[in-house]
């Protein structure tokens, strides 16, 4: 693990990174790309986590402007991230990845419950652990999720996956101008509102000093250069 800034990561995926072009459901290929980035990680001597959304599948406030109960809409987002994790975990294992799915949500059949020594134990093992069914609670989201896992974890830094280099003033698609943040402190992230994570996440990290690193992970050198401290994306902080 020499020459690495960070030795235990929680990889922050949106469901949407699985889904293909059509932007819905899962695309196995994608979810292949995915598995190899991690593979590429998990080589370096990386422990990693991962929290994956279920956007690609389900997302509750449609539910809820179609006056569904938001509990019962927010169950049911948490048992798509459940799928969402059994897909990236047949990638990882096709490509010879050693992997654990654990959700807050008890299903035995097909994961294990969320044990937090028991995560902490297959990540010293070498095991990437995916981490479904959110907190187990509604009304979180999965960046709450990341955020309440990477802290349980003792990871070293919560990497927040996107398709964008970092994080902006606005919106660089529509303004050319937009400025990228190299760094941003977590009280200025959450007073400016520019999206990086729901203000909840960012205060768990803020309270437990817990960086959060936004970065592109379809540039394919991007993730391992900031495993190595080089400045990539957008650093959240002090």
């Known amino acids: 693990m020499d020459g690495l800034k960070y030795h235990r990561i929680l990889l922050k995926l949106s469901g949407e990174a699985l889904a293909g072009e059509e932007g819905f459901g899962i695309n196995p290929q994608n979810a292949l790309d995915i598995a190899r980035r991690v593979r590429d990680v998990r080589e370096m001597g990386v422990d990693v986590a991962i929290v994956i959304g279920a956007g690609n599948l389900w997302r509750g406030r449609v539910g809820q402007n179609s006056g569904m109960d938001p509990a019962t809409a927010d169950y049911m987002g948490m048992l798509a991230t459940v799928m969402n994790a059994l897909a990236l975990m047949d990638a990882l294992e096709k490509l010879g990845v050693v992997t654990r799915v654990q959700s807050a949500i008890e299903m035995h059949s097909?994961?294990?419950?969320?044990?937090?020594?028991?995560?902490?134990r297959h990540l010293e093992k070498g095991r990437v652990v995916i981490l479904g069914g959110?907190?187990?609670?509604?009304?979180?989201?999965?960046?709450t999720a990341a955020a309440l896992r990477a802290t349980?974890?003792?990871c070293d830094v919560l990497i927040k996956a996107t398709k964008v280099d970092g994080v902006y003033d606005?919106?660089?698609?529509t303004n050319p101008n937009a400025r990228r943040f190299e760094t941003i402190t977590y009280m200025d992230a959450i007073n400016q509102r520019v999206q990086v994570?729901?203000?909840?996440?960012?205060?768990?990290?803020?309270?437990?000093?817990?960086p959060i690193l936004v970065l592109n992970l379809w540039d394919e050198?991007?993730?391992?250069?900031?495993?190595k401290g080089e400045p990539v994306g957008t650093l959240v902080a002090e």
């Not at 294990?112 to 995560?119: C, D, G, K, L, S």
Request: glycine share 4%; net charge neutral; proline share 6%.
């Open 110 to 120: 097909v994961a294990e419950p969320y044990i937090r020594r028991r995560a902490i």
């Open 134 to 143: 959110g907190t187990g609670n509604p009304y979180f989201t999965t960046d």
């Open 152 to 154: 349980e974890l003792c």
């Open 170 to 173: 606005s919106d660089p698609k």
């Open 197 to 210: 994570m729901d203000s909840t996440a960012l205060t768990l990290c803020m309270d437990n000093k817990l």
């Open 221 to 227: 050198t991007a993730l391992s250069r900031a495993l």
